[in-house]
């Protein structure tokens, strides 16, 4: 977050604020405010989520081309089916 911080500010977006998600919760979030990590805002969805009905929604393919994010892909599903 450091560099991604540097690099925004050294063009000029010191207006942009930085929000991060995946894997936050209460420990780690204190955990990055005691670093000093400049982080504006934290995604917590899965750590208020009791039970293993845990899962992600990410788009990975957008009108058949893959626009994934590092660390996804595509994969299919044979039992899922579309839907109008």
Known sequence: MWKVRE????????????????????????????????????????????????FTADVVMLEGKPCAKVGRRYRPNPRLEPVS
């Open 7 to 54: 690099a925004l500010d050294a063009e000029g977006f010191d207006h942009v604020r930085i929000v991060i998600s995946g894997g936050f919760d209460a420990q780690r979030i204190r955990e990055f405010e005691r670093k000093g990590v400049p982080v504006d805002s934290y995604g917590v969805g899965s750590a208020l989520i009791r039970g293993e009905n845990d």
